[in-house]
């Protein structure tokens, strides 16, 4: 016997069993244009607009967007407004042509005095329609004519207000205008408690359950139907605006006259001004140009219109280009009928990747300033440290990302027991042939606490790291700003992962220098101030060994000019360019306090101004250190080397 289940793709949505979405992805397209000078709130929404990385099959805000605008152009293309105005005409003349058919074999005099009416009557269309439904047809041909034009414009009126209300008055029906007359009474006495705060949603389930074939859409409470007819009554008055004025004076005209017949002139009237006194926000005049040729009925223009509207307001939001913009200001129930479930899917996507950095604790919001938090630049930290390694060559010797690596150094091939913060990998032969004695050998072995042994490892010798990154404006005009921030969350990442018994100290400088912690490191921007204080900045990195005298000393400085401003005994800074001697002797008696220290300078110079050469020149002669010139996009790979280098000399 079959089971009954029957398998295949998920089409309903997203796929329910898909694995969650990697946010650290995200989290690290992100953190290029952060260390680019970009806000975290302005990456994100970058972010947001391409699309999300790894996920090529989902749409970001700008691809919706080319959607919304390509719907709109087809839209536009579609046809003109006046196509029930041309119809009525059309219906009009048959009738007159077919009643003068009828009437000129006729020799009487009324014939005559008919043909003298038919004569008089105006050109404008809504009044020739309102002189005629007085008038006593002799053709049958001509009054069924006219009586198809007077159907046609009592269903073209009700559909402008209510979709689909044309295909329920396809059958001209007396009972049936009648219920569409109650509908609207009822619908307006709702609307009128509803003001007076009287209303129910009892009292609205009671109107659906009689009425709600009428409504195609099935609101689900009264706000939502206000809004769908809100929507279709404003589209309709732009419809009227987009005209000409003749034409907008005619098709008025048989609006008016089509509900005063229908005997719904008064109740029109007053769901009108209930519904342009909820949603004023709507745009009720506006005209629309339309580019189409083929002409469109009243309903199906309105319907366009409507359309257009929904997608107008829907590329402002899909823009995201004003203040306090956020994906939640997308209507969802707009995407869906413009572009689709699909569209839905991929805005929920979108919607989950920022509320995911939030939840997971990488973005946080503090006054309404959106942040990154310190596991946030852990994170950018470990990307840009994976990206230096990935850059280094494959062939050469060293250290490389290896990730089942501990942080201990050699082993001595002895173990020793388990003690509380032993940071030593984990023996574990030793640890179960223990729990195998002390449960006697036999059956199931359980571990305690008592049975961990750890492999002992020569002591490592701890570095005081010191990396002085210039912060001065000309590292922005050169573009080595973001390489210089990734390189200080590299060493930062390095350290932390590979080296923790390390003392990391960053260091900015600029007309003052500055210690930098790590969570400030990926938002840190260059400052706008004239002066390099290298002369403060050793000063401070001479402080951090000096608190770490038994640590071996590792001095790394990022720069892009000579030293042009020095502290004054005052504390405040002195600037001149170009250099002053005392500027430059200055800092060299720091060169000199370093060398004293065994402390080695290595600079890398992101530039190749003359008079840079010639001072870094000058260190490397006082202190024996070395002279790099990288590219910037060279420059983590380059900083990163050497300190390995310098680490395993040691």
Known sequence: MSSGYRYGEYHDGPDPLAPPYDVRAALDEMGDAILSG?????????????????APDRRGLDDLLREVRRRRRELRERGR??????????????????????????????????????????????????????????????????????????????????????????????????????????????????????????????????????????????????????????????????????????????IAQTLEQAGLAEQMRRLGEALHSRRPDL???????????????????????????????????????????????????????????SAVDDLEALKRIERELEEQGYLRRQRGKLELTPKAVRRLGE????????????????????RDAGAAGELTGSSRPWRFGDEQPIDVVRTVVNGVRRSGGGGRVTLSVDDFEVAETERRTAAAVCLLVDLS??????????AAKQTALALQALVASKFPQDAVQII??????????????AG???????????????????????RHPDFEPVVLVVTDGEPTAHLLRSGRSAFEWPPSQETLELTLAEVDKMTRRRATLNIFMLAADERLKEFVDEVARRNGGRVFSPSADRLGEYVVSDFLRARRSR
């Not at 970009?38 to 790894?54: E, F, I, Q």
């Not at 990307?383 to 290896?402: E, K, N, P, W």
């Open 524 to 546: 840190l921007d260059w400052d706008m101030v004239q002066g390099t204080n290298l002369h403060h900045a050793l000063l401070i990195a001479g402080r951090h060994l000096d």
């Open 473 to 482: 404006y000309s590292m922005a005009l050169r573009g080595t700003w973001a």
């Open 508 to 521: 900015g400088f600029s007309n003052y220098a500055r210690v930098l912690q790590p969570d400030e490191l």
């Open 283 to 341: 745009a009720w005049n506006t005209p629309e140009r339309m580019s189409g040729e083929n002409p469109m009925g009243m309903g199906d223009a309105v319907t366009a219109l409507e359309e257009l509207s929904d997608l107008s307001r829907l590329e402002a939001a899909l823009r995201q280009d004003y203040p306090g913009a956020r994906l939640d200001d997308i209507d969802e129930a707009a995407i869906r009928r413009a572009l689709g479930r």
């Open 38 to 54: 970009s806000t975290p709130l302005h990456a994100l929404r970058d972010l947001l607009k391409r699309g999300l990385p790894g």
């Open 81 to 254: 407004l006046d196509g029930t105005l041309e119809r009525a005409r059309a219906l009009l003349d048959k009738a007159i042509g077919q009643e003068r058919a009828e009437l000129f074999p006729d020799p009487s005099d009324d014939a005559r005095m008919r043909e003298a009416e038919l004569d008089a009557l105006p050109s404008d269309t809504a009044s020739a329609i309102r002189e005629l439904s007085e008038y006593q047809w002799r053709s049958a041909a001509a009054r069924q004519t006219y009586e198809e034009l007077r159907d046609l414009l009592r269903r073209e009126v009700l559909d402008t207000q209510f979709r689909g209300m044309r295909d329920a008055l396809a059958n001209p029906d007396p009972q049936a205008m009648e219920r569409v007359r109650e509908m609207m009474s009822a619908l307006n006495d709702m609307l009128d408690r509803d003001a007076r705060g009287e209303h129910t949603q009892a009292d609205f389930d009671r109107f659906m359950e009689e009425y709600g074939d009428m409504f195609p859409e099935r609101p689900r409470n009264l706000e939502e139907l206000v809004d769908i007819l809100a929507r279709r009554a404003a589209a309709a008055q732009r419809m009227l605006a987009s005209l000409t004025p003749q034409q907008r004076e005619e098709l008025a005209g048989l």
């Open 383 to 402: 990307t840009a440290l994976r990206r230096v390694f990935s850059s280094l060559d494959a062939g050469r010797r060293g250290d490389h990302d290896q």
